[in-house]
């Protein structure tokens, strides 16, 4: 984010329904780099598959897909695009 404001950063299943909320709040200026563990909001892992997030800041609103995959030894990785931030040494 550019300046200090409110801030979302939520996760939601295909069909609409809020997976997990990770950022709610006002933000400060700066890149941050979110984690997403797998789990709800009530801490159960989702299944993998095709979610979406949505980054609202103050009246904007981004919504990008993201792929959440099984990997062989059992674990998950979220595939999907970063999340906008300021260029390396920019």
Do not use: H, I
Not at 26 to 51: E, H, I, K, M
Not at 68 to 90: C, F
């Amino acid at each position: 984010m550019s300046a200090e404001g409110p801030a979302s950063l939520k996760v939601y299943e295909s069909s609409g329904r809020l997976v997990r909320t990770l950022a709610q709040g006002r933000t400060r200026p700066g890149a941050c780099t979110p984690v997403w563990d797998a789990t709800d909001n009530q801490g159960r892992r989702v299944a993998a598959g095709v979610d979406f997030y949505s980054l609202g800041t103050g009246c904007d609103l981004l919504r990008r897909k993201v792929v959440l995959a099984e990997q062989q030894n059992g674990g998950r990785a979220g595939l999907g695009p970063a999340l906008p931030g300021p260029s390396p040494g920019g």
